[in-house]
């Protein structure tokens, strides 16, 4: 009878080895939902006219759903007419991104949505707008409300990484005091001349508000912006360097404001 119950607890014990091991090469060889990259999709009118508040609106996903943790959303409208441009924080509003602005301007404009997202992505999905002359209003009136849609992965924005930076500015400014921000760049080993540079200033603390600052080209291949602070504390300063033949580098610093 002994025999009979060591035989029984025997076969019990390697049934579930047996079970536990199955279970095991079944996760083992399981495989993994791969992650794909983050999509966005920017709407904004293809046409507008003088005085129009337009609404500019990006949404972002990434495997099908929807993603409202972007560490920071921003448009820019460049005038190619005028060679100006401006950069608005967009807010989260029903599950996207939107912003507001309006059109003071006649030209062919250029808006960017860029997107950072907290895993350290950069995405710029972009479309044309074209401001008529208002001789040609009557014929806006009568114009549909076409809405341009462009989708956007992150692999699809090449980022070089050629680019030399030297930065010619201290790493600290103080509060309220107008700061010269200066770098100068390289590429190949050669001056980069002709390029948008801009920084992109992340506040660190709570209740700080992203914003960007423009550089001009003062001399061959050295950019020059002036800010001033309103709050002190810590920032990130993110540098991105784009040009017309496709080239967009970015590096982050960084930086602490005084009191």
Not at 136 to 142: G, R
Request: some cysteine.
């Amino acid at each position: 009878m002994k025999k009979i119950v060591v035989l029984l607890i025997a076969l019990a014990t390697s049934t579930v080895l047996v079970a536990c091991n199955n279970h095991n090469d079944h996760s083992a060889n399981g495989t993994k939902k791969e992650t794909q990259p983050v999509k966005a999709t920017l709407i904004a009118p293809e046409e507008a006219k003088i005085g129009d508040k337009i609404k500019l609106k990006i949404t972002l996903t990434q495997n099908s759903k929807t993603i409202t943790s972007a560490k920071d959303v921003a448009f820019e409208i460049k005038n190619n007419d005028t060679d100006t441009d401006q950069m608005i924080t967009a807010r989260l509003k029903n599950h996207s991104y939107v912003a507001s602005y309006e059109v003071k301007n006649i030209g062919k404009y250029k808006i960017t949505a860029h997107v950072s997202t907290k895993s350290g992505e950069h995405i710029m999905p972009n479309t044309a707008m074209t401001v008529a002359d208002s001789s040609t209003n009557s014929e806006h009136a009568e114009r549909k409300n076409h809405e341009a849609t462009t989708e956007a992965a992150t692999e699809e924005h090449e980022h070089h990484h050629d680019v030399t930076i030297t930065y010619n500015h201290q790493r600290t400014a103080t509060k309220d005091k107008e700061m010269t921000f200066n770098v100068s760049l390289k590429y190949d080993g050669k001056a980069l001349s002709s390029a948008n540079v801009r920084y992109q200033v992340l506040p660190q603390f709570d209740g700080g508000h992203p914003t960007w600052i423009t550089l001009k080209e003062t001399s061959k291949g050295t950019y020059e912006g002036k800010h001033t602070f309103t709050h002190a504390g810590k920032y990130q300063l993110k540098l991105h360097v784009e040009n017309d033949k496709g080239l967009h580098a970015h590096e982050v610093k960084d930086f602490i404001v005084r009191e």
